[in-house]
């Protein structure tokens, strides 16, 4: 009789390529919390959720081997500008656990909003094109800032959604993210469409600027007001409350205006 003595080796071995589940609620927002709402290295409150042992080594969601960064540090640390010691120890002592309390990742009631030239209360959906929202935001105890954002080419190709701040790029480069405690810009260059979003804590007020398109409609949002491009109608010098939408361009005669809306374009 021969015997055969079978040793088993505990290691970890790459994966095979395999279609990556969702990641589960209750990691990201242990995730989320652990991290101050943003990106442990600079604070950011745009935010992607990264596997420090990768993916492609190890396919798992264990939170003591991931972390929030913002797309550019995320970047950074995929193509290993920063290591993973770098990564670890910023996790371990995240940018949102220094910041003042006044910062946007700490905003956790819903301010005043000042579009523009115009002030807004309490309404979350800020900018919506045809069937499309565009910009909308939440504030949460215990969560701050909740930004959904979605940017088109004018025939209506996407370039970016935002949602819940998780960053989904369709195209990765030309963006320019601009972050610093009190200010939030994301911009693509290229199509010159983007928002601009400056924090006043003293104030509570959220001012907000930014191009978008969608269905050939290019709607801007400047120091002197709020307007879509080929149309006369421009509006400034407001202030309301309590509406579901602020701004709605209709893309066709017949297509209804949203229950709610503040301010229409019409066709």
């Known amino acids: 009789m021969i015997e055969v003595l079978i040793f088993m080796v505990a290691y970890r071995l790459p ?62 640390a995929t193509n ?25 990742p700490f905003v956790n009631e819903s301010p005043r909003f000042i579009v523009g030239t115009i002030g807004v209360v309490n309404c979350r959906e800020i900018f919506r094109i045809g069937n499309k929202w565009l910009l909308r935001m939440s504030f949460r105890p215990r969560h701050g800032l909740l930004l959904d954002a979605q940017l088109f080419t004018r025939d209506n190709q996407p370039l970016l959604r935002i949602w819940e701040n998780e960053w989904h790029a369709f195209v990765s480069e030309a963006w320019d993210i601009i972050y610093n405690g009190k200010r939030l810009k994301v911009w693509h260059g290229p199509r010159d469409i983007g928002f601009d979003l400056t924090w006043d804590s003293e104030q509570k007020e959220l001012t907000v600027y930014g191009k978008f398109e969608y269905e050939g409609a290019r709607l801007v949002c400047d120091k002197s007001g709020v307007q879509v491009v080929d149309r006369s109608l421009k509006f400034t010098q407001f202030s309301v409350e309590g509406w579901l939408t602020a701004f709605f361009v209709q893309t066709a005669k017949k297509e209804p205006i949203p229950k709610g809306t503040m301010f229409a374009f019409l066709a």
């Not at 609620?25 to 990106?39: H, T, Y």
């Not at 935010?47 to 913002?70: A, N």
């Not at 290993?80 to 946007?104: C, D, I, M, T, W």
Request: with cysteine.
């Open 15 to 76: 994966c095979p390529r395999m279609k990556r589940p969702p990641l589960p609620r209750s990691v990201a927002r242990k995730l989320r919390q652990e991290a101050g709402f943003g990106c442990v290295i600079c604070g950011n409150p745009i935010i992607v959720y990264h596997h420090i042992i990768e993916w492609s080594e190890w396919h798992h969601f264990d939170p003591d081997h991931m972390t929030v960064l913002c797309p550019d540090h995320h970047a950074f």
């Open 80 to 104: 290993r500008s920063l290591s993973h010691e770098q990564v670890y120890e910023a996790k371990r002592h995240p940018a949102n656990r220094r910041l003042a309390q006044g910062a946007f």
